[in-house]
C-alpha cells in the first residue's frame, strides 16, 4: 500500500490524466509513479453539435435546443405508446391516451430539464414540473384533440392507435417548444 502513496494526484484544474501529464516535464514524469498512463483521444462531436455548427452563431442555441426537444420527444412518443397499449385494456383507448399523455409528460419534463434546458435556470423542481405541466396543457389539447378526432372519425387508428398517437404528438410539437422555452425554462 505505500507505493501508492506517492502517486501523483492529479489536480483540480485539470480535466483528466492526459491533460495533467501534457503539463507535466517528461523528466519528472518518468521519475513518478502514474497509477494509469492514458493516450491522447480525439473528442468525437455529437450529431447535434455538427449539425448546429453549420448554422449562423445567433441560431445556434435555439436549434441545438429544438434537435434535443425533438429527441426527448421521439422518446416520450414511445413511452406514450407503450403506456397507451399497457393501459387499453384496463382503461380503454380514451382513459388509456390521457393517461399516457400524463406519463409521457412527465419523463418529457425530467429529460428537458437535464438535457435539453441544462444551461438555463432552473426554479424548484416541483414548481417547474407543475408548470410545465400546465403550459402544456395547449399541447395537450392539439395531441389529444387529434388523437380523439382520429379515434373518432376513421376505423383505421382504432385499430392501430400508434396512428393516433403519432397525428397527435406531431400537432402538439411545435407549440410545446415555444412554450416550454419561453415559460418554462426561460
Known sequence: MSRWRNAP?????????HEYTSRVPRRRLRESRLLVTVRPMFA???????VVARLPTRHRTAAGEFLRFGMVG???FCLDVA?????????????AGMAAYFIAAS????????????????????????RFLAINLIGFTLNRGAYSLLLAMFVL???F???????????GFLVNFLLSRRLVFG
Open 9 to 17: 494526484i492529479v489536480p483540480r484544474s485539470c480535466q483528466n490524466l
Open 44 to 50: 468525437i462531436p455529437s450529431p447535434i453539435a455538427l
Open 74 to 76: 421521439a422518446f416520450g
Open 83 to 95: 403506456a397507451v397499449y399497457a393501459l387499453i385494456p384496463s382503461l380503454g383507448l380514451y382513459g
Open 107 to 130: 419523463a418529457n419534463w425530467a429529460l428537458n430539464r437535464m438535457w435539453t434546458f441544462r444551461d438555463r435556470t432552473h426554479r424548484a423542481a416541483h414548481i417547474q414540473w407543475l
Open 157 to 159: 387508428p382504432r385499430h
Open 161 to 171: 392507435p400508434i396512428l393516433a398517437v403519432a397525428a397527435g404528438a406531431a400537432s
